[in-house]
């Protein structure tokens, strides 16, 4: 019934940029938080940036000052603009809805950093 796509992952070099989108079909009841993982091979997916009801937001110390996490509700969208990119960056990055009881994953997507 609820179903999370994201898009905007890719190649990019080091330095750049990226925008990652965070789709959702379907309607989310009584979302409490938004938020951006990211996983590497052999180790624990980790939260990189959230956004609350209230507006809001925190983000890992890796990345503050680099990314920025948003959301249009109109489109049913949140963002991550991933700015400064480095390599230690590189991993799949999840979309993660908490709503009530619930608890919504997307498929993840590739970010890749490397010249």
């Known amino acids: 019934q609820v179903h999370l796509v994201e898009s905007g992952g890719g190649l990019v070099q080091p330095g750049g940029s990226l925008r990652l989108s965070c789709a959702a079909s379907?309607?989310?009841?009584?979302?409490?938080?938004v938020a951006w993982y990211r996983q590497v091979p052999g180790k624990q997916r980790e939260l990189v940036a959230g956004i609350f009801s209230g507006g809001r937001t925190n983000y890992a110390d890796s990345v503050k000052g680099r990314f920025t996490i948003s959301r249009d509700s109109a489109k049913n969208t949140v963002y991550l603009q991933m700015n400064s990119l480095k390599s230690e960056d590189t991993a799949v990055y999840y979309c993660?809805?908490?709503?009530?009881?619930?608890?919504?994953w997307g498929q993840g997507i590739q970010v890749t950093v490397s010249s």
């Open positions: 379907g309607i989310i009841f009584s979302i409490n938080a």
């Open positions: 993660n809805y908490k709503a009530g009881p619930g608890n919504y």
